[in-house]
C-alpha cells in the first residue's frame, strides 16, 4: 500500500526536479544523459521523492538511465511538498526548522538574511550594493532579492537546499549554497488540489491548483494561495495587533508540447503582502561608554518614558510611527527544451520586478524621536541563461552562458520629531531643550543602482572507471555595477542644512544628518573552478571531495559612507572588494538495512578572504550602515543526517550541523555597544577570532510518523500521528559580538494528527511550539548607542486544523 497515500511514494512530472539537483547530478556519469530529457518532459521523465526529510529516494529519470540522491556526490537536504503542507513550513523562514543549516533573520522583507553554514549575507540591514551567496531559484528562474524568501510557497513540489559553492554551473554565481524551488507543473491529465487550514490568532489559510489539457498538445495549471493572521505583537498606542500576516499569490503556466523532442513552458505570477509590520518590544538595556546622563535610563526618565513591558514576552509595544510592509513581487518566463543530436538546449528567458513600500519606526520607543522611517524601492531584473547538454558513453559535458541585468530605484525619507532633541543631543547642551532644533528635521534619499553580470560556464564529467568519477568545472565571470546616492537635509522649516555655517543649531542638525552625494561604480572579472571526485565502492556507498575556488562579487555601498575630515564622502569606502573563497568538502553517503535507512555525513570548511561584513557607526542617523572588507573569515564543521523506515507504518529522521563559523582576522570592526560611546572609546576593535553573527554551532531537527490502516465514514485510509522538532543552541544577533546580543538557545516542538484516504482527501489538526517556548528571532542594538536593547519574540504555541482535497 506504499503507493496509496500521500506520504508515501509519489510520482512527479520531472519539471519537479530543481535546477540545482541537475547541478549536483553533473558530477555522475550519467548526468547529461538525465539532463537530455529535460525536466519539461513529462513524456518520459520523472521524480520520485519519498518523505523529504525522512529520507527515501529522489529519483532523476530519463533517456532510460536514474540517479538517485543517494548517489549525488553533495551535501543535499530535499523537503517534498507534502512535508512543506503537513510541517506548516509555507515560507522560507520557516524551513529552517527542517534544516539545520539553514539560517534566517529578518526584520522585515527587505532586511532579510539567507545563510548557510552561516555565510551569504551580511547580518543586518540590507545594502542593495552588494548580492546574496545563496541563490534562490524557483523553476530555474533566479530570485535577486531576498525579499522574495518571505512569500508562501505557491504549489510547490520539492525544495532542495544545497550546501557549498554552487558557481561552476547554471545562472547566477552563489558562494555559499542555493535553495531551488520547484513548482508543480501543467499536465496532460486533469488534476487539481485544494487544501483550507484555520487555525488561533485568527490564521486562515487557502490553497488550490487545477491542472489539464487544453489541446492535445497545449495544458495549463493555475495555483493560487492566500494566508493571514493577526499580529502576535500588540501596540498599545495604535490600539491593534502587529507582527501580522496578509498575503496573497497567483501562478498560472502554458506548456507548449509539439512533439517528444521540444517542450515550452511560459509562466508567471504575481505576490503581494500587505501586512501591519514590523515591530520590536524592549529586551534590555546595557551600559555603553557614553555619560550616565546620555544613557537609555537617564534619556526615557527625563521625558518621563516608560515602556509598556520590560518582559519581551508579554508581547507589547509602544511604537508611534507609522508601520507598514507592502510588498509586492512577480514576473514572467520562458522556459524552451530542445532535444538536438546527442544533446539538449535549454533557454531560460525571465523578467521579474520587485515594489517595496514600508513605513518603520526606526527610534524603537513611543517618544516621538523619529516620527517618519521610509525607504521605499522598486527594481527590474531581467535574467537569460542558455546551456547545452552533451552525453557519451564515458564523457559528458554542460556549456552555458548567463546573462544579468539589474536595476533599483529608492527614495529615502527620515524625519525627526519634538523628542528628538532631548533624546539626540547632549543633555548639558542647552539646545537639548529646544524641541524646535531637531523637530522636523529631514533626510531626502535618493539612490539608484544598474548592476550587470555576464558569465561563461562549464562542467566535464569522466568516468575513469565503473567505480571513480571525476567532475571538473569552470567559471568566467564579469560584473559591473553603477550607482548613484544622494541625501539632502532639510530643517523643519524647510531651511535645507549644508556644511558650512558653523552655528551651533546647524552643527548639531549635521550631527544627525550629514548631506552627502556620490556615484560609486565597480568593475571586476573573475574566474572560477572547482574539481569533484565520486568513489562508488559499492551499490550503496559513495564516497566523494570537493575542492571549489570561487569569487562573490564585488559591491558598492548604496546607503551612504563616512566623511572625511573636510565633509566630503570617504570614496575609499564607497566600494568594496570581492569575496575570495576556497572551499574544501569530503562526504561519505550510505544506505543500509535494505535500503531501509539512510546515513550521510560531510565534513566541510570555507575559507573566505575579504568578507563582506556590514558596519555602522554609533550616531543617531548620519549612516544606517555600510559595508566593509573584514580580513578572513572561515567556517567549518560537519553534517550529518539519518533517516529509517523499517515499514510503511513507521518512519523517523534525525539531521544534525555543528558549525565553527568565525572572523580570523577582522582588526578594524565596529566597537560593540559596550566599548562605544565614550569620548575616549576606539573608532574601530579587533574582534578577530569572534564568532560570526546569527550561527550556532550546534542545530538539529528530527522527527517521526507512525500511522496505522484504518477505516472512517466507510472510507479506506489510515490514522497517522506525527511529530518534527528542533533545537539550536545560542547566537550572536549582533555584527560585532555584543554581551547584550546572544540569544539563548531554545528547541521548538510541532504536533499533527490526522486520517488521510487513498482518494486524496486528508484532514489533521496541528500544534507548533506545542509547549509555547519563549524564544527570540532576532535582536537589535537601538540607535544612538543608548544601550537600548529590542528583540522580536518569536511565534507563540498555535494550534488549528487543516482540511485537503486532491484529484
Known amino acids: 500500500m506504499t503507493a496509496k497515500y500521500p506520504s508515501a511514494r509519489r510520482r512527479l512530472p520531472a519539471a519537479s526536479v530543481s535546477l540545482t539537483l541537475l547541478l549536483a547530478l553533473a558530477a555522475t556519469p550519467a548526468f547529461a544523459a538525465e539532463t537530455a530529457a529535460d525536466a519539461e518532459d513529462v513524456d518520459t521523465a520523472a521524480a520520485q521523492v519519498e518523505g523529504g526529510s525522512y529520507g527515501g529516494d529522489i529519483l532523476v529519470t530519463a533517456r532510460r538511465r536514474q540517479e538517485t540522491a543517494q548517489d549525488v556526490p553533495i551535501a543535499i537536504s530535499v523537503v517534498a511538498g507534502e512535508q512543506i503542507d503537513n510541517t506548516g513550513s509555507f515560507n522560507v523562514g520557516r524551513l529552517t526548522q527542517l534544516t539545520p543549516t539553514l539560517q534566517f533573520y529578518s526584520s522585515n522583507p527587505r532586511n532579510t538574511a539567507v545563510n548557510i553554514r552561516g555565510i551569504g549575507a551580511p547580518f543586518g540591514l540590507t545594502n542593495d550594493g552588494i548580492e546574496q ?219 521579474r520586478y520587485w515594489d517595496w513600500q514600508p513605513e518603520n519606526d526606526r527610534d524603537f520607543t513611543g517618544l516621538p524621536i523619529v516620527t517618519k522611517s521610509q525607504n521605499p524601492s522598486q527594481q527590474n531584473q531581467y535574467t537569460q541563461e542558455l546551456r547545452y547538454n552533451y552525453t557519451g558513453d564515458r564523457f559528458d559535458f554542460v556549456l552555458g552562458g548567463f546573462y544579468y541585468y539589474q536595476r533599483i530605484d529608492t527614495q529615502g525619507t527620515e524625519q525627526h520629531g519634538p523628542a528628538s532633541s532631548r533624546w539626540t543631543l547632549n543633555p548639558t547642551s542647552a539646545l537639548a531643550n529646544d524641541p524646535s532644533v531637531l523637530d522636523g528635521l529631514t533626510a531626502i534619499n535618493t539612490q539608484f543602482l544598474k548592476n550587470t553580470s555576464a558569465a561563461l560556464f562549464g562542467q566535464a564529467s569522466w568516468k575513469i572507471s565503473d567505480q571513480f568519477t571525476i567532475q571538473p568545472g569552470v567559471r568566467l565571470n564579469y560584473d559591473k555595477k553603477e550607482g548613484f546616492y544622494q541625501r539632502r537635509v532639510f ?157 510503511e507504518r513507521f518512519r523517523a529522521y534525525v539531521n544534525g550541523a555543528y558549525t565553527d563559523a568565525k572572523y580570523v582576522k577582522f582588526v578594524d570592526a565596529p566597537c560593540a555597544p559596550e566599548q562605544s560611546g565614550g569620548t575616549n572609546s576606539p573608532p574601530n576593535c579587533d574582534i578577530s577570532g569572534q564568532r560570526l553573527p546569527g550561527v550556532s554551532k ?61 482518494s486524496g482527501f486528508d484532514l489533521f489538526a496541528w500544534v507548533r511550539n506545542a509547549f509555547d517556548r519563549n524564544y527570540i528571532d532576532q535582536l537589535s542594538v537601538g540607535p544612538g548607542n543608548t544601550g537600548l536593547i529590542v528583540g522580536l519574540p518569536g511565534d507563540p504555541r498555535t494550534w488549528g486544523g487543516t482540511v485537503k482535497v486532491s484529484f
Do not use: M
Open 133 to 351: 551567496g545563496v541563490g534562490i531559484y524557483v523553476d530555474d528562474v533566479y530570485y535577486s532579492r531576498v525579499a522574495s524568501s518571505t512569500f508562501d510557497f505557491l504549489d510547490v513540489a520539492q525544495i532542495e537546499v544545497l550546501r557549498g559553492p554552487q558557481g561552476t554551473l547554471y545562472g547566477k554565481n552563489t558562494t555559499a549554497g542555493a535553495i531551488n524551488i520547484t513548482t508543480n507543473q501543467p499536465t496532460f491529465d486533469f488534476e487539481g488540489k485544494a487544501e483550507v487550514s484555520i487555525g488561533n490568532l485568527n490564521f486562515k489559510q487557502a490553497k488550490a491548483a487545477i491542472s489539464g489539457p487544453l489541446t492535445d498538445h497545449l495544458a495549463a495549471r493555475v495555483a493560487i494561495s492566500s494566508t493571514s493572521r493577526r499580529g502576535t505583537i500588540y501596540n498599545v498606542t495604535t490600539d491593534r495587533w502587529v507582527q501580522s500576516q496578509d498575503n496573497i499569490g497567483i501562478r498560472g503556466q502554458l506548456l507548449w508540447q509539439p512533439n517528444d523532442d521540444l517542450s515550452i513552458t511560459l509562466s508567471g505570477d504575481w505576490n503581494k503582502q500587505d501586512a501591519v509590520c514590523c515591530a520590536s518590544v524592549f529586551v534590555r538595556t546595557g551600559e555603553t561608554q557614553r555619560p550616565t546622563n546620555r544613557q537609555y535610563a537617564a534619556l526615557a526618565a527625563a521625558q518621563g518614558y516608560v515602556v509598556p513591558s520590560t518582559n519581551p514576552y508579554d508581547r507589547l509595544t509602544d511604537l508611534d510611527a507609522n508601520l507598514n510592509a507592502g510588498n509586492e513581487i512577480g514576473g514572467v518566463a520562458l522556459r524552451v527544451k530542445w532535444d538536438v543530436g546527442p544533446g539538449t538546449l535549454t533557454s531560460v528567458t525571465a523578467w
Open 491 to 647: 530643517a523643519g522649516d524647510g531651511t535645507p542644512v549644508v556644511f558650512g555655517p558653523t552655528d551651533a543649531v546647524t552643527l548639531a542638525r549635521l550631527g544627525v544628518f550629514a548631506p552627502q552625494e556620490y556615484a560609486p561604480a565597480f568593475s571586476d572579472w573573475n574566474f572560477s573552478y572547482d574539481l569533484t571526485a565520486t568513489y562508488k565502492a559499492t551499490r550503496d556507498l559513495l564516497f566523494y571531495a570537493t575542492y571549489a575556488k570561487t569569487f562573490k562579487s564585488g559591491g558598492i555601498n548604496q546607503n551612504g559612507v563616512p566623511n572625511d575630515a573636510d565633509n566630503n564622502p570617504l570614496l575609499g569606502a564607497a566600494t568594496v572588494k570581492p569575496e575570495s573563497v576556497n572551499h574544501y568538502e569530503a562526504g561519505i553517503k550510505a544506505e543500509f538495512w535494505d535500503r531501509r535507512a539512510t546515513f550521510n555525513l560531510t565534513a566541510f570548511r570555507s575559507d573566505i578572504r575579504n568578507f563582506q561584513a556590514n558596519v555602522n557607526n554609533g550616531q543617531f542617523g548620519v549612516l544606517r550602515g555600510y559595508l566593509a572588507n573584514a580580513g578572513k573569515v572561515r567556517t567549518q564543521g560537519f553534517e550529518g543526517d539519518f533517516s529509517i523506515r523499517p515499514s
Open 698 to 758: 550546534w542545530a538539529f531537527s528530527f522527527g517521526a510518523e507512525v500511522n496505522a490502516e484504518s477505516k472512517l465514514f466507510d472510507q479506506d485510509g489510515q490514522f497517522y500521528f506525527g511529530y518534527d522538532g528542533s533545537y539550536r543552541s545560542d547566537w550572536s544577533s549582533n555584527p560585532t559580538p555584543s554581551a547584550y546580543t546572544w540569544v539563548k538557545g531554545y528547541s521548538l516542538s510541532n504536533f499533527r494528527a490526522g486520517f488521510r484516504t487513498e
